[in-house]
């Protein structure tokens, strides 16, 4: 992954999910989770502090993503390891796709609700954002550290359906989700989750890029041109993440918002389209059994 060293004053707190992804056309597994991938991915970014928030289990799993995110220098400070089974994904490839399998649904972290006290929400005020996602079992959270004051980012995916949205997207300043169809719905879905209450709302399109909506304008971002792609396990991820870091350090630096959700897009871009020439989410692929 590129490293870039454009936001030396910001710390971000990916707070949710962690899964190792086990490629079984591969015999690997590679660390990830939409949580964990923004951790890495800011990291890469030379952030302040990049800090993950969550649980791990006790196997060969759960110490293998803790492992390789001490290696990367991702704050662990109020993670904790819980006896039980981490999140896993099986992941195949059919004539080039990536598919999906099966999972744990989170393991035991999806099992035993993040314990947020005192001292974890201390901790997340030291923070210029947090980010978490669907499949990280925070919801019931998020009003609790909107009241701090500490901007979140939230990934919607996919798949969360429209009550959904009406539950979390209140208590969200950044959404993002991927979106497929003809732009005129993902407009129209943007505008929608805009009105629930984002300050900002971006749909990533895969290979059509990106389209994000302020409230007075749609951004619209191409995707850019890839020779090889080894790996999309983690682009999006990494969109979001590139396009966050880069935001939040131009309005610390007075840039107005036009320019700097646009050089922000095109920068995130950019990233992603590396990350697209890696294995898994970010590498670190290790063999596993069963």
């Known amino acids: ?84 089974e981490n999140g896993y994904a099986r992941v195949t490839v059919r004539e080039g796709d990536r598919v999906f399998l099966e999972s744990n649904h989170g393991g035991i972290r999806g099992r035993v609700p993040f314990e947020l006290g005192g001292p974890e929400l201390a901790y997340i005020q030291n923070f210029d954002l947090v980010h978490s996602g669907n499949y990280s079992f925070t919801e019931e959270m998020l009003p609790r550290i909107q009241r701090l004051g500490v901007p979140v980012s939230f990934d919607f995916s996919d798949d969360s359906k429209p009550d959904y949205y009406r539950q979390v997207a209140p208590h969200v300043t950044y959404a993002f989700c991927s979106k497929g169809g003809d732009e005129e719905a993902v407009t129209k879905h943007l505008r929608w989750v805009k009105e629930l209450g984002p300050e900002l709302v971006m749909a990533s399109r895969g290979a059509e890029g990106c389209i994000l909506y302020d409230g007075q304008r749609m951004y619209r971002q191409e995707s850019v041109p890839i020779e090889k792609v080894v790996d999309t396990m983690g682009a999006g991820d990494s969109l979001i993440t590139s396009f966050l870091v880069h935001y939040l350090n131009r309005k610390k630096q007075g840039v107005a918002q036009e320019e700097a959700i646009a050089e922000s897009l095109k920068r995130a871009s950019e990233f992603a389209a590396g990350v697209c020439g890696v294995e898994g989410s970010f590498g670190y692929g290790t063999g596993y059994e069963g």
């Open 1 to 84: 992954m590129e490293r870039n060293k454009e936001a030396p004053g910001l710390r971000v707190l990916g707070f949710g999910d962690n899964v190792v992804d086990k490629y079984e056309h591969r015999g690997q597994m590679y660390p990830g989770g939409n949580c964990v991938n923004f951790a890495v991915f800011a990291k890469a970014h030379q952030v302040e502090c990049a800090a993950y928030m969550g649980y791990f289990g006790n196997d060969e799993a759960g110490y293998y993503v803790e492992e390789i995110l001490k290696q990367l220098g991702v704050e662990l400070t109020l993670s904790r390891r819980l006896e039980g």
